[in-house]
């Protein structure tokens, strides 16, 4: 059965600190490894397909373990066609594999992921290249606000009040990275060719699948290639495809 729809997935992660003894504080100082009396963890994970209402989220239990929800995401990432983070590869995706590794729990070596912190480092000139800053840069909104308390609440109370903000934190972040990604969209290049996935072919948009596309210009590359690029119709996705 052909898919119909995009499999593209938004998410993030909230963590934990490490918890252990230190007898000084202050900058400069060096507490080793060996100083860990309780290892880090992710305290919770929130995500949404593309274009869906509901945003879903995950939690540690009621010990602190996040082995049931890593394996319940995993089991939902696996599906997806693409994973949309900020800071997606080297923060959320490296925590949650080394998370996984810790569990035992499966991985595929690689996912198909987008990354609005590269893209917005590599295509733009941002004051900043926070989430929150493009956001209201962009007039798309912002993240909730939160302090240092609320990780303290939820590790060494297990307050269920503050577990609920750090959801609701969460959930804000995943509505905001779709609405940032979509704005970037157009300056992203295509990672999987959804035309080719819904039935089409390789002159389809990559984006939406759509035929309905026009020339827009054309290159020729310095190996005497030349590469055509088509502007979507229907979503306005620029693509580009080597002319036989």
């Known amino acids: 059965m052909l898919q119909t729809k995009r499999r593209r997935l938004y998410f993030d992660i909230e963590v934990s600190a490490n918890v252990g003894l230190f007898w000084q504080s202050g900058y400069k100082l060096q507490i080793g490894t060996e100083n860990i009396i309780k290892e ?9 397909w593309e274009d869906d209402k509901d945003v879903y989220y995950l939690q540690w239990d009621k010990s602190q373990c996040d082995k049931k929800l890593l394996q319940e995401f995993i089991n939902v990432a696996n599906t997806a066609d693409e994973l949309v983070g900020h800071n997606g590869d080297k923060f959320d995706l490296s925590w949650i594999r080394t998370r996984c590794l810790l569990h035992k729990i499966d991985m595929f070596p690689t996912y198909n992921t987008i990354d ?5 480092r590599s295509k733009f000139r941002f004051n900043s290249n926070r989430l929150d800053y493009i956001g209201k840069f962009l007039g798309l909104g912002q993240k909730n606000h939160t302090n240092f308390d609320l990780w303290k609440d939820i590790m060494l109370k297990n307050c269920t009040k503050s577990m ?6 969460c959930i804000q972040d995943v509505v905001l990275l779709e609405k940032v990604h979509k704005a970037l969209n157009n300056h992203i290049p295509a990672k999987t060719h959804y035309g080719v996935i819904f039935g089409g072919d390789r002159g389809s948009c990559p984006e939406c699948g759509s035929d309905e596309v026009i020339k827009n210009n054309r290159r020729v590359m310095a190996s005497g290639l030349v590469k055509i690029q088509y502007k979507c119709k229907n979503c306005g996705k620029l693509h580009s495809k080597t002319d036989k």
Request: glycine residues 0%; hydrophobic residues 50%; contains cysteine.
């Open 116 to 120: 609005t912190l590269k893209i917005a």
């Open 164 to 169: 609920n903000i750090m959801i609701d934190y």
């Open 40 to 48: 880090r963890a992710v305290i919770c994970i929130c995500y949404k």
